[in-house]
C-alpha cells in the first residue's frame, strides 16, 4: 500500500559530506566525545541563536544527544551551584558520558513528561494564568454589598482558606452507600456479602472479628438488624477483639467464656472506613482500582463543583464568579478582557478598580493571546493537566516561556509540533522564531519535514537505531542533507511525493454512529466504511479524539457487552472529575465487528519494574527456557526463579527493581541503580544460571534486534521479536524499563502484542495519532502493519495529523471547522481526492499537497 518517495536523481549521484566540526566559528557549542546511551564518541558543533533541529529514526540517538547530554551538562553546571548536599544526591544519578562541551550556555528543557497527574493542576496553573486571574478577582472584582475585600488566596480551591469547606476543594464529595459495599443481600457475611471488604486474609479477619463481638454470620444480610448492619458498615470504632482462627462461632463462644488463649489480636475497621482508607493510602493501583467500585462521587452541593468557599464566589468579574469564567474557553476569556483591557468597559467602579482592572487585563489578555495563537483557544483554565495530550502541555509550557523575558538560554523541545494540525504549525514557527529573536537559542528534537526545511541548521543522526545509530551523519543547514547518502532523514526531506498514491478500498459494511454527543460533539451522525483505513482528522480541539477515542469506543464496547477497553488506564483518584457520558446509538454495522481494541499511548507501566518482555508475554517464555536448563533443574529452579517480581530469585535490595528511588528535597524523585545488584535485578544464585551462554539478566540486556538472532530457533519467542522488529522497534532493549518509553514507542508495544495475536473475527483497531514520535521511514513501517490488519480483514480507524498517512487511507473524516464551540461537526468525509475539494476544511489545502497536486 505505501509507494516509496522519488529522490531526484542528482541526489543520488552527491557523496556523503559531513559538516559536522567547525573549531574556529564562534558562537558555537562544541561537543566532543558524547558517549550517552548510543553515541559512539560524537565530535559535532552546534550554533548558537538559531533554530536547530535534531533529526533521524526513532532511536538513532537525536535525543541523546540534545537531552541526555546538552541539556544533562547545562543542568549539572547549574546543579553545581547548590548546596554541597543536594550535589552529593544529584551525583547519584550521574552525569552525560561526554568528554568535553565548550560554549554551552543555561538551558530549559520543554519536554512532553507530564509529572505527577493531579486534577488540582490545571492549565491556569501550568500558565500561572490562574494566579492573575485571583489577583483579578481580589483587586478588581464586584463584591456583594458588605462584603469585605478578599485575598487572591481566598480565589484558590488549593489552599485551606478558599476551598470549600464541604468538598475540600475537589469539587465533588464522594458517599460509600450501602448497595454498592453489599450488593447481594441475600449473602451472610460468612458467603462475603460485605463485597467491599478484602478477599483474603484481611477479608477473613474481619468477619472472624464479628464473630467474636457476637454478630450472628450465617444468617442473610438483610436478616441482620438495621443498627447490627449500620454498625459493620459505617462505623468510625476501631475495636480490638480476640481472635480465634479456625473455630466456629460455637467453639469461638466457648473459647471467651473460658478465657483460652486467641490466635491473636485482631482491629477491627468498618467497611467504609477501609474503603476511603485504602483509596486514599494505598500505593497499588489494582487496589484503589478495586474500591472504586464501591464509591459514588457527585458534584459538591454546597459549590456546584466550582471548588471554592461561597465567599470567593460571590465576587464577579464581568457578571461572572471566578469558576464560570474558569470554565470558559480561552477564545472567550481573550473577549471578556478586551473590552477592559482597552478601558471600555462599563461599571461603577472607583478609577483605582478600574486601573487595577485594566493593568491587570492587559497583562492577561497579552497571555492569553500567545495560548490562542498556539492553537490552544479551546481549553479552559480549569481542565486538568490529566486530560492533555503531551503535544498540548509542551505547548503550554512553550507560551508561559514567551513571556517570560529570558535571554540568551538554549531552550530544548521534544517534538512541539507532536499532535499539531499543520494548520496549527505556522503559529508555532512563528512562537519558536520570536524566542530566537529575544536572543535565545532553539534545540528541538522534531519528525515534522516542514519543522526541518524552516530550520536554520540541521544535525541529523543515524544512520538506523539503536546499535545501529549513535553517529552525527550531517551537521549544517538543511541543503547540505541532500549530498548525504546514508540518512534516512534526506529519503523524505527531498522527495517527490507526486507519486504517492494508493488504491482505496472499497467499504464491506458501515459502521453508523447517531445522536453523538459528548463534548463539543453535539447530535453527530457519523459513518465508518469497515473492512477499510480510515484517517479522522481536523485541527486540534476540533472534536476527533471525543468521537474517535471516546464516543466511537464506548458506544462499540457497550454493544459488545463489555465497557470500552481501558488498559494501562491511570489509577483513579478522589480527585478525578465524573467520567463524562457519551450520548448517541450505534444504528448499523455492528454486526461486522466481533472485537475492539484500542491501541492508545498511555504508558505500559509507571516504574522500572514493566518493561516491554513483560508486556508482550515474551518474558513468560524465556523464564521457560531458564528453567528447563540442566543447572536449574539440578538446583531445584521453576520458571518463578526467573521472575524480577518474585521474591526467591530476585535482588533482595531492589526487590528485583535493578533500581532504588532517590529523594531529592524540592525536586522529583530520581532512580539510580541499585548499588547491591548494580542494575541487574537478580540475586547470584539466579544469575549463575545460563541458556545459551547468557544469564537472564544479560537476556534483558539485549536489544530486540540482537534477541532475534539469539532466540532464532525457539518459536514461543520468536513471533514476538520480530512483530516488535517488524514495527521499527528493534532498537529497544528487552528489559527497557517503561519509564523511559516515549508514549509512541508504548503505542507501538501494544500493537505489536496485539498483532502477535491471532486475531478471531473482525476486529475494529483505534489508535490516537499513532504517528508521534516517529520519523517518516518509522511512519512507512507502520503504515506497512496497519495494512496488513486491514488486508486480512479488519478495520482500522486513526486520529491523525500527518497528511501522508491520510493520504493513503481509503477514507478521511475531517472534523470541524474550528476547535472548541467552532468545531464538532463533520465538514467533509470521503476518499482522500474527494475531502481536498471542500472549501471549508481546514485540513483540505494540507492534504492537496501530501497528494502531490501543489
Not at 247 to 259: E, G, I, Y
Request: hydrophobic share 40%.
Amino acid at each position: 500500500m505505501t509507494t516509496a518517495p522519488h529522490l531526484p536523481d542528482e541526489a543520488h549521484a552527491q557523496p556523503s559530506v559531513s559538516l559536522t566540526v567547525a573549531p574556529d566559528r564562534p558562537g558555537f557549542v562544541r561537543v566532543r566525545g558524547a558517549r550517552e546511551h548510543n553515541l559512539k564518541d560524537v565530535d559535532v558543533d552546534i550554533p548558537r541563536d538559531a533554530l536547530v533541529v535534531f533529526t533521524g529514526v526513532s532511536g538513532s540517538g537525536k535525543s541523546s544527544l540534545a537531552f541526555s547530554t546538552l541539556y544533562a551538562e547545562a543542568q549539572r553546571r547549574y546543579f553545581e551551584s547548590v548546596a554541597p548536599y543536594a550535589r552529593r544526591l544529584i551525583d547519584q544519578v550521574g552525569v552525560p558520558n561526554v568528554d568535553a562541551i565548550d560554549g554551552l550556555p543555561p538551558a530549559v528543557a520543554l519536554q512532553q513528561q507530564r509529572g505527577t497527574p493531579s486534577t488540582r493542576s490545571s492549565v491556569g496553573s501550568v500558565t500561572t494564568l490562574s494566579s492573575l486571574i485571583r489577583m483579578l478577582y481580589s483587586r478588581a472584582g464586584e463584591y456583594p454589598a458588605g462584603q469585605q475585600m478578599l485575598y487572591a488566596e481566598d480565589f484558590s480551591p488549593n489552599l485551606p482558606q478558599g476551598a470549600c469547606p464541604e468538598c475540600h476543594g475537589l469539587g465533588r464529595v464522594y458517599e460509600v452507600p450501602e448497595e454498592l459495599m453489599v450488593p447481594d443481600d441475600s449473602l451472610t457475611i460468612r458467603q462475603r456479602a460485605v463485597a467491599s471488604w478484602p478477599l483474603a486474609w484481611q477479608g477473613q479477619n474481619q468477619r472472624d472479628i464479628l464473630v467474636t463481638l457476637g454478630y450472628d454470620v450465617d444468617i442473610p444480610w438483610r436478616d441482620l438488624p438495621k443498627k447490627q448492619r449500620d454498625w459493620i458498615l459505617f462505623t468510625e470504632e476501631q475495636p480490638t477483639a480476640p481472635v480465634y482462627a479456625g473455630m466456629t462461632p460455637k467453639q469461638t463462644r466457648q473459647a471467651l467464656k473460658q478465657k483460652l488463649e486467641p490466635s491473636y489480636q485482631g482491629t477491627f475497621m468498618g467497611a467504609r472506613r477501609y474503603v476511603l482508607h485504602t483509596f486514599t493510602h494505598s500505593q497499588s493501583a489494582l487496589m484503589k482500582k478495586r474500591v472504586s467500585q464501591f464509591m459514588r462521587g457527585s458534584p459538591c452541593p454546597v459549590c456546584n463543583g466550582k471548588r471554592l468557599k461561597r465567599e470567593a464566589l460571590s465576587v464577579k468579574f464581568a457578571g461572572l464568579d471566578i469558576g464560570e469564567l474558569s470554565q470558559m474557553p480561552l477564545l472567550r476569556v481573550a473577549e471578556i478582557l478586551r473590552p477592559v483591557a482597552a478601558g471600555n468597559a462599563e461599571t461603577d467602579a472607583s478609577i483605582e478598580k478600574k486601573l487595577a482592572a485594566q493593568r491587570l487585563a492587559q497583562d492577561l489578555l497579552a497571555r492569553v493571546s500567545t495560548l490562542t495563537e498556539l492553537g490552544l483557544g479551546y481549553l479552559a483554565l480549569d481542565r486538568s493537566t490529566p486530560t492533555l495530550s503531551s503535544g498540548e502541555l509542551q505547548r503550554l509550557r512553550l507560551a508561559t516561556q514567551l513571556g517570560s523575558q529570558l535571554f540568551g538560554v538554549i531552550y530544548v523541545l521534544d517534538e512541539p509540533s507532536a499532535g499539531l494540525h499543520p494548520a496549527d504549525s505556522e503559529a508555532l514557527f512563528s512562537a519558536l522564531q520570536q524566542l530566537k529573536a529575544a536572543g535565545n537559542s532553539l534545540f528541538v528534537v522534531e519528525h515534522d519535514l516542514d519543522t526541518m526545511r524552516r530550520a536554520d541548521w540541521l544535525v541529523d543522526v543515524g544512520p538506523a537505531a539503536g546499535e545501529h545509530g549513535g553517529r552525527v551523519l550531517y551537521s549544517g543547514p538543511p541543503a547540505g542533507l541532500a549530498q548525504i547518502v546514508a540518512s534516512k532523514t534526506r529519503e523524505h526531506l527531498f522527495a517527490d511525493y507526486s507519486a504517492l498514491r494508493t488504491e482505496r478500498r472499497a467499504a464491506k459494511d458501515w459502521l453508523r454512529l447517531e445522536g453523538v454527543t459528548r463534548n463539543n460533539l453535539s447530535d453527530l451522525t457519523a459513518e465508518f466504511p469497515l473492512g477499510c483505513f480510515t484517517s479522522v482528522t481536523g485541527i486540534s480541539g476540533s472534536g476527533k479524539s471525543s468521537l474517535v477515542s471516546q464516543a466511537l469506543l464506548e458506544l462499540v464496547g457497550a454493544e459488545l457487552g463489555r465497557p470500552a477497553p481501558t488498559a494501562d488506564q491511570e489509577e483513579p483518584s478522589l480527585e478525578d472529575d465524573a467520567p463524562q457520558l457519551t450520548g448517541g446509538r450505534i444504528t448499523g454495522g455492528l454486526a461486522s465487528i466481533k472485537r475492539l481494541v484500542q491501541v492508545d499511548q498511555k504508558p505500559i507501566g509507571r516504574t522500572p519494574r514493566s518493561n516491554l518482555a513483560t508486556y508482550t508475554g515474551l518474558f513468560d517464555n524465556v523464564r521457560k527456557l531458564f528453567a528447563a536448563t540442566d543447572a536449574a533443574k539440578a538446583a531445584g529452579y521453576d520458571a518463578g526463579q526467573f521472575s524480577f517480581n518474585v521474591a526467591k530469585g530476585r535482588c533482595e535490595q531492589c526487590e528485583g527493581e535493578g533500581f532504588v528511588s532517590v529523594e531529592l528535597l524540592f525536586m522529583p524523585s530520581v532512580y539510580a541503580p541499585c548499588p547491591t545488584c548494580h542494575g541487574a535485578r537478580y540475586n547470584p544464585d539466579t544469575l549463575a544460571v545460563q541458556w545459551h551462554g547468557l544469564d537472564i539478566a544479560q537476556v534483558l540486556q539485549l536489544t530486540v534486534e540482537q534477541a532475534v538472532d539469539v532466540f532464532a530457533e525457539q518459536p514461543g519467542v520468536l513471533r514476538s521479536l520480530l512483530t516488535l522488529r517488524d514495527i521499527g522497534l528493534g532498537y529497544l532493549r528487552l528489559g527497557q524499563p517503561a519509564t523511559e518509553l516515549s508514549g509512541g514507542e508504548a503505542q507501538r508495544i501494544k500493537l505489536a502484542t496485539e498483532l502477535q495475536r491471532n486475531a478471531r473475527g473482525a476486529t475494529l483497531y483505534v489508535l490516537d495519532e499513532p504517528t508521534t514520535g516517529l520519523h517518516p521511514s518509522d511512519v512507512d513501517r507502520l503504515l506497512k502493519q496497519l495494512n496488513t490488519l486491514v488486508d486480512n480483514g479488519h478495520t482500522v480507524i486513526v486520529v491523525e495529523h500527518e497528511m501522508r498517512v491520510v493520504a493513503q487511507s481509503d477514507w478521511v473524516i475531517d472534523i470541524g471547522p474550528g476547535a472548541g464551540d467552532q468545531g464538532g461537526r463533520i465538514v467533509v468525509s470521503g476518499a482522500p481526492e474527494q475531502v481536498v475539494t471542500s472549501k471549508e476544511s481546514r485540513t483540505a489545502p494540507f492534504l492537496d499537497k501530501a497528494l502531490g497536486h501543489s
